[in-house]
């Protein structure tokens, strides 16, 4: 399905607000970094995770980069009267009530569709500090899909896209992979703390 054909499809609701998302992404003014090719079929680390600004972000960047992104939301939102806009803005639905199967079912969605660029903010909340949840990188391995590196320094007006890595399976050695890139990208950043946090349970063996 062509780009045109899935605008034309697409509610009016939801176009007027990807145009509002825009349109604040240019106002803002963030200066995007390191353009790399972003696959078709990949998981986008989105971090850190500070502000609500942070997916405008990440909306402007992988759209100026020609890559329409999808998010993972609450089932219950797909619902009437927000199922379509849901679905327009690029929402997959996901039931956290099941426990991990969340992780099954995006597999699933990324096995039966030959594009999704699936946005994931690692640390789950804005407050931080407490370590990186592990899902991102099992959706990816289950998948067989690489994790694209992606930042946000809310501070600089920063932010880029940086490489995409397969993942192995040894989540503690791809995780310290992470760990560099995001040092490199964002030295002394004090939200950092989150993915050192995560290292550092992994090389204690209790992760």
Known sequence: MTRAAAERRASLLSRLVKRVLLWLYRWKGWALQGEEHIPPRCVILGAPHTSNWDF??????????GVEPAFMGKH????????????DMGGVPVNRSKGGNYVDALVSEFKRRSKLALVIAPEGTRSGGTGWRSGFYH???????????????????????????MPTGDYRADLARIAAFYRSV???????????????REEQGNG
């Open 56 to 65: 405008v972000f990440f909306l402007g960047a992988v759209t100026q980069l």
């Open 139 to 165: 959706i990816a391995h289950g998948a067989g899909v690489p994790i694209v590196l992606a930042w946000v320094n809310q501070a600089t007006m920063q932010g880029g896209v940086g490489p995409a890595i």
């Open 76 to 87: 219950t939102l797909f619902k009437w009267p927000l199922k379509r806009f849901m679905f």
């Open 186 to 200: 964002l030295p002394g950043h004090p939200r950092n703390d989150g993915i050192e946090a995560s290292v550092a």
